[in-house]
């Protein structure tokens, strides 16, 4: 696993103008942190006035659709991600699974236009409680995996998936550590099977109610590359004790 703990913050459908002020913190206290990479998705709306507020942090969009251009009202394609100032996106978020239906095919695309723009991406995978409940949820993720990474070529370094269990995402459970660390050896063999050598260095986050007090641990599991993180990276004091908790990986 190559690279430094990638800790990002996944604002979902919150945020106007006066929350320009948490990212702005959350760049300058990142200066502190030079062994974190650490990124905001913030809404649409603030990708262009995010990115002119910082000049450490990364700042992406949460969803792209797959084509460049079209009739596609209310949707945003990767190249106006781009051309907004964003340096990558999230794509297959849970939340675009379930309540937009995009499939393992949709995802794909949207990776692949994604790259096509010159941006980086986060896919997103994880399994229902009801399928981890079932024994499936490798098998599931593993399926996603397979349906929804890109083939383009030489993409896998600015490829990130994050694992994030529907079941973890805003309730404030997690999965034993254990399961986290079956997951992701799981996943990463996935990755090897799909991308060959190259995927042993494909970053694998970990997402689902990450917080200042569980991320330590979460953080130290073998093959968690960092965090995807959404309530907590609300403000600009929850998420930077994630990325304390980043910096100080290894050093316990
Ligand atoms: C997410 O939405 O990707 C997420 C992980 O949310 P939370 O941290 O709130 O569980």
């Given amino acids: 696993m190559a690279g430094l703990p990638y800790i990002v913050g996944n604002w ?30 913030p809404p649409a709306t603030l990708i262009y006035r995010a990115r002119e507020a910082v000049e450490l942090i990364g700042i992406g969009g ?5 084509k460049e251009t079209g009739a596609f009202t209310g949707d945003i394609s990767a190249t106006m991600l781009r051309d907004a100032g964003a340096d990558f996106t999230i ?3 849970s939340e675009r699974r379930t309540i937009h239906a995009e499939t393992d095919a949709d995802v794909k695309a949207k990776a692949e236009a994604a790259f096509a723009a010159g941006l980086a991406v986060i896919l997103c995978v994880g399994e229902t409680e009801s399928q981890r409940d079932a024994g499936n949820a490798e098998s599931v993720v593993g399926a996603q995996l397979d349906g929804s990474c890109p083939s383009t070529e030489g993409v896998v370094e600015k490829l990130s998936i994050a694992y994030e269990p529907v079941w973890a995402i805003g309730t404030g459970r997690v999965p034993s550590i254990d399961d986290v660390a079956a997951m992701h050896a799981s996943i990463r063999a996935k990755l090897v099977a799909i991308y060959g050598s190259a995927g042993a260095d ?19 599991v073998p093959e968690v590359g960092g965090a995807l993180v959404g309530g907590a990276s609300l403000t600009s004091e929850s998420f930077l004790a994630i990325v304390g908790a980043a910096a100080s990986r290894g050093e316990a």
Wanted: proline residues 2%; hydrophobic residues 45%; contains cysteine.
């Fill in 91 to 93: 794509v297959g978020h």
């Fill in 62 to 66: 949460q969803d792209c659709h797959a």
């Fill in 202 to 220: 494909v970053r694998i986050l970990y997402g689902g109610s990450v917080k200042a007090d569980n991320a330590s641990e979460l953080l130290a």
């Fill in 12 to 41: 979902k459908m919150h945020g106007t103008r006066a929350m320009l002020g948490e990212v702005r913190a959350m760049d300058r206290a990142a200066q502190r942190f030079p062994k974190v990479q650490v990124a905001i998705a």
